[in-house]
Structures are given as structure tokens and as C-alpha cells.
């Protein structure tokens, strides 16, 4: 890949929005066999499995009680090296985001979107420790 935007290339991940992390983990766990490679449960709101393809992870995200669930919606989510440097390729572009959202010692992150509207996260180490 010869681009000057710092992808980690060895990270990928698809989230989706759910109403009830444990049902979902479960259901990719014993349907599928995905390894849970970090869970922070109800209290964090977000759960990793592992995809059949090296590198790349299911999130599972969520949702506020408050929320309504779309389903067939989901969020690709680019891993990155450098957070500040990614967005600031995208303000170049013209390409709209939102301010980084950090959550101190977990992680940081924003959310740009496509030229059809679809929504696209870009994660990175937490900026605030």
C-alpha cells in the first residue's frame, strides 16, 4: 500500500451497534467460534473479536438505552498510527470529521464520513494517559 496516510497495516475493524453486548458476543462466539480479544463489557461499551483474516476485528458497540438500533448499519474503523496526522490528511481533502474524542487510557478516536454519508471511525493509542 503506498500511501502517506498512517494506517497500521496490520488492523482493520467493522463495528457494529448493539443493544445487548453479551448476547451479541455471544452469538458470534458460538456461531462462528470468534475469539473475544478484549471485552470491557456493559460498563465500557465495547467488545473485540477476532475476524477469520489476520489483522482484522469485529468491534461491538454499545448502544445508549436512549438509542435506537439501525440494523444492516455498521462502521468501518481504521486503526492508525499517528491520530492528529490522519485527521488533518482528511481536513486536506475537504473530507468532514468530528473532533477527537479521547477517553483517557482506552482510547482516542474520530469519525469522518464517505462521499455517500457512511460513517468512517479512525482509532489510535489514547492521547490522554
Known amino acids: 500500500m503506498s500511501s502517506k496516510f498512517p494506517f497500521k497495516t496490520d488492523s482493520l475493524y467493522f463495528q457494529y451497534s448493539v443493544k445487548d453486548i ?11 467460534g470468534f475469539e ?9 461499551g465495547w467488545c473485540e ?3 477469520p483474516v489476520e489483522g482484522t476485528k469485529l468491534g461491538l458497540n454499545l448502544l445508549p438505552e436512549t438509542a435506537s438500533l439501525v440494523p444492516g448499519s455498521g462502521v ?15 481536513e486536506e481533502k475537504n473530507i ?8 483517557p487510557e482506552l482510547v482516542s478516536y474520530f469519525n469522518a464520513v464517505d462521499s455517500e454519508g457512511n460513517k468512517i471511525q479512525f482509532v489510535g493509542e489514547p492521547r490522554i494517559k
Open 22 to 32: 453479551e448476547r451479541a458476543k455471544n452469538f458470534y462466539v458460538e456461531t462462528f
Open 76 to 90: 468501518l474503523t481504521f486503526d492508525v498510527t499517528d491520530l492528529d496526522e490522519a485527521k488533518k490528511l482528511l
Open 36 to 44: 473475544v480479544v478484549w471485552d470491557g463489557g456493559s460498563e465500557v
Open 49 to 51: 473479536l477476532n475476524l
Open 96 to 103: 468532514q470529521s468530528d473532533d477527537i474524542i479521547d477517553i
